[in-house]
């Protein structure tokens, strides 16, 4: 367990001796914040013109904006897990460095578990830029805060799985932008597996759906805590995680 | 202290590393000599548990490096070709993560990273970025990394390998000091290296060892005999070869005359003689007593290069030279 963090540390460390992750902090709030405004101007809009037209609106926060917003972001993730992910191992395998890990005492396990819990922890850091726009909504509006946090709690774990693909991706390359954009590459189609059930109702199409992890994510963003969707999400960090140390351990057969 | 017995390294279409069999002392430097492609770095990385090997097995400090590499792990030092440093990181942040990840804490961490960056004198750079160091730098503290957590074992890979002379000796000198408190292993394909730094060779060649010795026996199966090239000259045209080496052959401690090559009255003999002798003296006053001329006479004897060569079976006069150049310093 010390391993794992004196490894964690050391990559953590590493995002933000380069400019790559105050670059990811800052975009990722920028883009946050700019769909946290439009869904709840939206919104504005909407129940203005309702009052004009002496219509009641049902007025929900939970519903009518965190639900939209946290479904863009968990989309917009997609675009930040491979630069995150992507140097991981690569860079480590293109610089010798590796050498140095796999010459340590510390077990293959330690150091991927160190390094894929920075690249989560990276992610997190990323997460909390959003509590700036939280502050205001909780300030002036009044959202249950329950299904906020499941829907956070949704983000992770989500981000939590494609980053331990991300993680078994890097290994596979010396080359970081091939890293990155196989990474891209893999977690888009993830996403989009689940569009085959709109027009196809077979087994195959369940399967694939099933697969999505867009699909696991929208009970999440509801903020409703379904088992099912969590056990999809650690059953792909496990996998991926597993891939990672078969891949690491093939590297000393193969060099 | 390192034992290694039939290590053998297969890949798909080629054998790095076949059939290796040496065992180091204690305290020992002993220099892995071969050509580039040889297997040295094949098998400095299976010793350090970064490969696994396809047959054979080694122990380092008494641990089998398949079955406990963990406890070989943390006798070992190692610098590979290329020092695994990160750029992005200052000397001394390097070398206590490299530390920490070596098992050492608290107040021996610090100690141990002051001692290494004293000892490879890089103490009053150790806040500087390693990405900005040069390179004769970077291998030092490539090999501060190394001794970090006193290892007993250190293997080293071509640790002068692109470094400018001054720091070539410097970096000997460094690795010779060391030599009383870890027993050293280091490749390197340059025969001058071996001969100022090493105690023990062991060569290999296309993955097999070819000649585990001393330094000093190398040496002296290069120099067993003294070896002298004459060209002798015919003083009235004529010259019977025949005649000359009969009379060569009667000088005393002469073992072995061989006709070289046969010119318009003149003729090179290769003689073999025992080293302690006056060989040449006594060989210019025969020559010269018989009325012939003595148009050339040079001592022949074989470098270390030679043996080198001979050994490696590596025929190519001009990359030999390119060997012999690389050393010099």
């Known amino acids: 367990m010390r391993n794992v963090w004196i490894i964690c540390s050391k990559e953590l460390r590493s995002y933000f001796v380069s400019p790559i992750g105050y670059f990811l902090l800052v975009m990722f709030a920028f883009i946050f914040g700019y769909f946290f405004w439009t869904d709840l101007y939206y919104v504005m809009q909407a129940t203005m013109q309702a009052q004009m037209e002496g219509e009641p609106f049902p007025m929900d926060i939970n519903e009518q904006v965190i639900r939209p917003l946290l479904s863009n972001m968990?989309?917009?993730?997609?675009?930040?897990?491979?630069?995150?992910?992507?140097?991981?191992?690569?860079?480590e395998k293109r610089s010798g460095t590796i050498e140095l890990l796999a010459t340590?005492?510390?077990?293959?396990?330690?150091?991927?578990?160190?390094?894929?819990?920075?690249?989560?922890?990276?992610?997190?850091l990323m997460l909390l830029t959003s509590v700036f726009d939280f502050i205001f909504m909780f300030k002036y509006g009044n959202p249950n805060w329950k299904p906020v946090a499941i829907g956070y709690l949704g983000m992770l774990l989500q981000a939590g799985a494609l980053l331990a693909i991300g993680t078994f991706i890097s290994t596979l390359t010396k080359n970081q932008i091939i890293a990155g954009a196989a990474t891209f590459g893999v977690c888009l189609l993830l996403f989009v597996l689940n569009w085959v059930s709109q027009f196809d109702t077979s087994t195959w199409a369940q399967v694939l759906s099933y697969m999505s992890v867009n699909g696991h994510f929208d009970s999440f963003a509801r903020g409703v805590l379904d088992s099912k969707d969590a056990v999809f999400d650690v059953t792909v960090i496990f996998l991926g995680l597993f891939f990672t140390a078969r891949s690491m351990e093939s590297l000393r057969w193969r060099s | 202290m390192i034992t290694v017995q039939g290590l053998t390294k297969r890949y798909a279409h080629n054998t790095a590393v076949d059939q290796i069999s040496f065992e180091v002392q204690k305290g020992q430097i002993v220099g892995f000599l071969g050509p580039n492609g040889a297997g040295k770095t094949t098998t400095m990385?299976?010793?350090?548990?970064?490969?696994?090997?396809?047959?054979?097995?080694?122990?380092?400090?008494?641990?089998?490096?398949?079955?406990?590499?963990?406890?070989?792990?943390?006798?070992?030092?190692?610098?590979?070709?290329?020092?695994?440093?990160?750029?992005?990181?200052?000397?001394?942040?390097?070398?206590?993560?490299?530390?920490?990840?070596?098992?050492?804490?608290?107040?021996?961490?610090?100690?141990?990273?002051?001692y290494s960056c004293e000892r490879c004198a890089i103490a009053d750079v150790k806040d500087k970025i390693i990405g900005k160091l040069s390179k004769g730098y970077r291998q030092r503290v490539g090999l501060a990394q190394a001794i970090i957590h006193n290892p007993g074992v250190l293997i080293l890979d071509e640790p002068t390998a692109g470094l400018d002379p001054k720091q070539i000796n410097e970096t000997r000198d460094l690795i010779k000091s060391l030599a009383g408190d870890h027993t050293i292993i280091l490749s390197t394909h340059i025969l001058p290296e071996v001969s100022q730094t090493c105690e023990q060779v062991i060569i290999i060649n296309k993955g097999k060892v070819v000649a585990t010795d001393s330094v000093g026996n190398l040496q002296?199966?290069?120099?067993?005999?003294?070896?002298?090239?004459?060209?002798?000259?015919?003083?009235?045209?004529?010259?019977?070869?025949?005649?000359?080496?009969?009379?060569?052959?009667?000088?005393?401690?002469?073992?072995?005359?061989?006709?070289?090559?046969?010119?318009?009255?003149?003729?090179?003999?290769?003689?073999?003689?025992?080293?302690?002798?006056?060989?040449?003296?006594?060989?210019?006053?025969?020559?010269?007593?018989?009325?012939?001329?003595?148009?050339?006479?040079?001592?022949?004897?074989?470098?270390?290069?030679?043996?080198?060569?001979?050994?490696?079976?590596?025929e190519t006069p001009a990359e030999m030279a390119g060997v012999a150049a690389g050393g010099q310093s």
């Open chain 1, 74 to 91: 968990n989309v917009i993730a997609l675009f930040f897990i491979p630069m995150i992910t992507m140097r991981l191992f690569a860079e």
């Open chain 1, 104 to 124: 340590s005492p510390v077990h293959d396990i330690e150091i991927i578990l160190g390094k894929w819990l920075a690249a989560v922890l990276m992610y997190g």
């Open chain 2, 45 to 114: 990385r299976m010793l350090t548990c970064f490969l696994t090997p396809s047959g054979g097995t080694a122990s380092v400090a008494g641990f089998d490096i398949l079955e406990q590499p963990f406890e070989v792990k943390k006798r070992i030092g190692y610098l590979p070709e290329t020092p695994p440093v990160y750029p992005e990181m200052r000397i001394a942040e390097y070398l206590m993560f490299v530390g920490r990840l070596k098992g050492l804490t608290g107040s021996d961490l610090r100690s141990r990273v002051d």
């Open chain 2, 220 to 314: 002296g199966r290069a120099r067993s005999g003294e070896s002298v090239l004459l060209e002798i000259g015919g003083r009235n045209g004529s010259l019977d070869p025949k005649a000359v080496q009969r009379k060569l052959e009667q000088v005393a401690g002469v073992t072995r005359v061989a006709f070289k090559e046969d010119g318009q009255r003149r003729a090179v003999f290769e003689v073999e003689g025992r080293k302690d002798r006056s060989l040449r003296g006594d060989l210019a006053r025969a020559v010269v007593e018989s009325g012939w001329d003595l148009n050339e006479l040079r001592a022949a004897s074989m470098s270390l290069e030679e043996v080198f060569l001979q050994l490696t079976g590596e």
